[in-house]
């Protein structure tokens, strides 16, 4: 869905259009911070007695270890 979009905007900004689409496949992979997340997620919601908060509360700080890896790594390969 925003393959093109990213792609475009690589094209326009004169970029290599890899990295563009490197760094959006790994970001639509790193949804920790909801159970929706990913359908592992939703198999222990229930049954581990979760709550959405707890999804969060350790799911933000992974997703923003997971951004700043992603934009050092492929800054490093890609750019």
Do not use: E, Q
Not at 11 to 23: I, K, N, Q, R
Request: glycine share 8%; with cysteine.
């Amino acid at each position: 869905m925003f393959f093109p979009i990213a792609y475009d905007a690589a094209l326009t900004l004169g970029c290599d259009p890899m990295a563009f689409c490197m760094g959006l496949m790994v970001s639509a992979a790193s949804s920790f911070a909801t159970p929706i997340g990913s359908p592992t997620h939703m198999l222990v919601y229930s049954p581990g007695g979760y709550r959405f908060v707890d999804f969060v509360r350790i799911g933000l700080p992974m997703n923003f270890i997971i951004l700043a890896a992603n934009v050092f790594i492929v800054s490093l390969l890609y750019l």
